[in-house]
């Protein structure tokens, strides 16, 4: 059995609970017995919402042992494994906190402000000999998953055009997310979500070229458009805008091109249209990133094996080149060489 201390029950917290007690429900050994928020509100199921639909479910939150200090509930509590779903400043502090404490860890993207906490998640995670994943959805999410099959199989030949996209309407799930320095903008705070696919599919570019706005006093770049150069012929580019306010919601999706087909992801609708043969809407399940992460982390610790997908140094290459990112938009697009 797993037993699992929740950190934070924001939006993102809340989405992840439900996932850890449909495991439960499903027969996987995992039970969450604890859970902590600074915040006493979001402990009685208070707190602001998200911009997408990431689960709705109501739950019972007297069900748990609540904290309110992280020091506490790692003393008092018996845990394996926690889940951490605080805002971005806080992921290297909290997360090494919980890996000296002797527990397992589970933080939200994106891993970290910069790559020199990265370093120290890390290292922290191969001192105390425990796993440490980051929480990129989108490495599970099944569309993505599928494209990346087709990539890895070759059956359309090699990749010659990618673009990536997402947006919706501004953050309003606390303040901290439009403050450059605690958030990093929707830069890192959305797009790292699509520069992670990017580094997953393609690796780490030779560089960036990054145009993108201010438009909300303080808060970062808010609208972006990213283009990668790699050795090989191919034309990457990924674009972000999290200023869609009024009825627009959520939207994210994908177009590829390959040497003998395409793909379109849009409408949460997975189109392949081969070059010589009918196209046709992959057969997708139903279930979002989230499951199949949380599914992963679980089954990982019960079986033993070692993080292998959305692990520290991979996901830490992931914010180098957004760092990259944000470097070439300081430069106004100028390119910039992911170190």
Known sequence: MIRIGMIGLGFMGRAHLEN???????????????ICDADPVKLQGGGGGGNLDAGSTVVDLTAFAQYTSIAE??????????????????HRQVTVQCLEAGVHVLCEKPMAMDTDECDAMIQAAEQAGKSLLIGQ?????????????????????????AYFYRGGGTPTWGPWVLEKDKGGGALLDMHVHDTDVVNWLFGKPEAVSTNAVNVIPG????IVSTNYRYSQDAVIHTQVDWTLNGDFGFEMGFRVTF??????????????NPNDAPGYVAEL???????????????????????????????????AIVRAEIASADQRGEWVTVG
């Not at 790692?74 to 926690?82: I, Q, R």
């Not at 599970?140 to 059956?155: C, H, M, R, T």
């Not at 808060?219 to 808010?222: A, E, P």
């Not at 040497?259 to 997975?270: A, E, H, S, T």
């Open 20 to 34: 850890y007690l449909r495991l439960e429900q499903e027969g996987v050994q995992v039970k969450v017995v604890a």
């Open 73 to 90: 509930m790692l003393e008092k509590e018996d845990l394996d494994a926690v889940d951490i779903t605080l805002p971005t400043f806080l």
């Open 137 to 161: 959805c989108l490495r599970f999410w099944p569309a993505y998953v599928e494209l990346k099959k087709l990539i890895d199989e070759g059956s359309l030949g090699k990749v010659t055009y």
């Open 219 to 222: 808060s970062g770049y808010d």
């Open 259 to 272: 040497q003998n087909g395409n793909l379109q992801f849009v409408n949460n609708q997975l189109r392949v």
């Open 285 to 319: 399940s139903d279930n979002q990133g989230y499951y199949y992460e949380i599914k992963y982390f679980v089954e990982s610790l019960l079986n033993g094996t070692p993080i292998e997908e959305a692990d520290g140094q991979s996901t830490k290459d992931t914010i």
